[in-house]
């Protein structure tokens, strides 16, 4: 194969600009003003290059590389984001350069290997490569979200033979879990906290009477709670309650409970008081929900303090159903989904997002199930694992799970270019929790950008790219573009 490291090297400041430039565009996902606008400046790095490029209504774009026409071998990148969340030392959208690394929201998911993938299409063209195949870099907008743009973009394109997905690991994905989101939705009417339903009239002041807290004579109910936010592939790393408390001050006993439960779990939850409320504020670690276990999830935590109060008892059902059903547990055990296989592992069941106040109770949850396992076998199954919530269920978006064939001639070709430029000979195809564009495509697979060892910081604070990382990237996916656009 070709040597590209001098060519690459040779773009190296030109590359950091540009993903500088990328990063520093707040293409949240969601926010189409910002997304266009990085995806329209992608397209004009690719025209500048000498590609072909086009603008597909706004719903995503194609780089183009070559006139071959015996079938087109496809890059799936996305521009889209996941919000910036807290937690930052650097900032979130400056693409800040510190100790060889670049900082900012998106670096290495996914705007640090689109550029990548740009830049080693230029390597390949530059090099002179004639390829017998046509190559296109595919370039969607909402992978962060609930896929509704990406249906449209493939109805306008044709999709090509095979595809890779640079936005996983190496050395190869040939499985990735499926995946629902599910929405729970109740009304929660206390009998006697927040005023009479029948005369809603009535002032809630002068409707306190509560069970009371055996030991300080005081009622409590949940008047506000709320953590995570748009995106349900991260763990939430934030979440407040507002705590109503009337008869005698119940305060100093909340502490007590909370100190104890602080010291017996670690978790960071701080408490504040202002006349009749509490403030409560759990502060988790964020993560991508494929691997909530490896985050700290402040629903969770805050929830599980709360099922040990004497809250309203209509509240109460709630929070213990959560206690008991989720609680600590992100496999589905405590809910009866008990689902593995060898090349993904267990399911994750990962809370989201929540709500809760004296009238409703929303809460969604993001489900990763093992990919040889069915949709349309799983489905049923989580929605009766809820059913003692008693609340209205939507499954907001759905993905079937993905096992691409092993012994195929691209997945062995990928393979082979990694081995080759990692020295591992002994790496195989691999399977995962996450979910790549690879599923909305019908011949697609994952293929990097992170090697093997290497922290999982996609959806994190702090995300960053290793400069060495981004020009090794740009090495290995300009010699898979050569050896793929030969088959």
């Known amino acids: 194969m070709t040597d590209y490291k001098s060519a690459i090297e040779a773009n190296k400041d030109t590359m950091l600009q540009s993903l500088q430039k990328l990063i520093q565009i707040p293409s949240v996902t969601g926010r189409q003003k910002d997304v266009l606008y990085a995806l329209n400046t992608f397209l004009e790095w690719g025209r500048e290059m000498g590609f072909d490029v086009k603008n597909y209504d706004d719903l995503g774009g194609i780089i183009e590389f070559g006139e071959g026409n015996k079938k087109t071998i496809g890059i799936i990148v996305h521009l889209d984001v996941v919000p910036e969340g807290t937690g930052w030392n650097y900032p979130p959208f400056e693409g800040k350069i510190q100790d060889g690394k670049i900082y900012g929201r998106g670096a290495i998911d996914d705007k640090g290997p689109a550029i990548s993938a740009l830049y080693a299409l230029k390597a390949v063209k530059d090099a002179g490569i004639t390829p017998k195949n046509k190559v296109q870099l595919i ?32 050395p ?36 306190m009477d509560v069970s009371h807290d055996s030991k300080n004579n005081a009622s409590i109910c949940i008047k506000h709670l709320h953590g995570g936010g748009d995106s349900l592939n991260i763990v939430p790393d934030l979440c407040e309650a507002v705590l109503e408390i009337s008869g005698s001050d119940g305060s100093p006993d909340i502490q007590e409970q909370l100190s104890a439960y602080v010291k017996e779990t670690n978790y ?66 405590n809910l009866g989904l008990h689902f593995e296989d060898r090349l993904t592992g267990k399911m994750t069941v990962c809370p989201g997002f929540i709500a809760m106040d004296n009238a409703s109770f929303t809460l969604k949850i993001d489900i990763r199930f093992p990919a040889s396992e069915s949709l349309d076998a799983i489905r049923p199954k989580v929605e009766s694992a809820f059913e003692d919530f008693d609340a209205d269920l939507t499954i907001l978006d759905s993905l079937e799970s993905l ?32 979910t790549t564009f690879a599923k909305a495509f019908q011949r697609a ?36 573009i050569e050896v793929l656009a030969a088959l």
């Open 172 to 207: 190869i994905v040939c499985a990735e879990k499926g995946l629902i989101w599910l929405e729970l939705k109740r009304s929660v009417a206390p009998d006697s906290i927040f005023g009479n339903k029948h005369n809603p009239s009535i002032d809630v002041t002068d409707k």
């Open 268 to 333: 960071d939850i701080e408490l504040s008081h202002n006349k009749s409320e509490i403030k409560l504020i759990s502060h988790g670690k964020a993560a991508h929900a494929f691997n909530c276990q490896e985050g700290q999830n402040a629903i969770s935590q805050l929830i599980l303090f709360l099922s040990q109060l004497n809250i309203d008892e209509q509240q109460k059902q709630l929070i213990e159903l959560y206690a008991e059903k989720l609680g600590r547990d992100c496999t589905g055990q």
């Open 445 to 480: 697979v994952a293929f990097g950008p992170s090697f093997p060892g290497m922290a999982k910081i996609e959806h994190q604070p702090d995300e960053y790219i290793a400069i060495d990382h981004l020009l090794k990237c740009t090495d290995i996916y300009a010699q898979a």
């Open 139 to 170: 370039i969607g907008l909402d992978e962060e979200s609930i896929w509704n743009t990406t249906p449209k973009l493939l109805k306008k394109i044709k999709e090509p033979d095979f595809s890779f997905v640079p936005d996983s690991v190496f």
């Open 403 to 434: 096992h691409f064939p092993e012994d195929d001639p691209h997945i062995q070709a990928l393979l082979n270019v990694y081995q080759d430029f990692s020295g591992d000979r002994e790496a195989r195809p691999i399977g995962m929790g996450g």
